[in-house]
């Protein structure tokens, strides 16, 4: 049997399982070098814009019905 069939791997610390070893990235800590997978990296970091985009979209959100609301106060004694 060749390697081809038996990849190297390295236990992720944050998957808690083993990735191939070009998935993975070795990270040097304090207590020592750690492996993680680039994927789980990735993810943490999409996930962080994410956030920022969703308060953004959520402050414009609010700005827009905070300004339809004074238009809709505005009719409204407009009418009287
Ligand atoms: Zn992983």
């Known amino acids: ?3 081809k069939n038996s990849p190297a791997t ?3 610390y944050h998957c808690r399982t083993h990735h191939p070893v070009e998935e993975m990235k070795l990270l ?3 207590t020592g070098s750690r492996w993680r ?3 789980s ?3 943490v970091k999409r996930s962080k814009e994410e956030r920022d985009q969703y308060g953004r979209q959520v402050s414009a959100a609010n700005q827009a019905e905070a300004s339809g609301r004074a238009r809709m ?3 409204i004694q407009q009418g009287r």
């Open 1 to 3: 049997m060749s390697d």
């Open 10 to 12: 390295r236990y992720c």
């Open 28 to 30: 040097v800590t304090k």
């Open 37 to 39: 997978c680039i994927k």
């Open 41 to 43: 990296i990735e993810a």
């Open 73 to 75: 106060l505005n009719k």
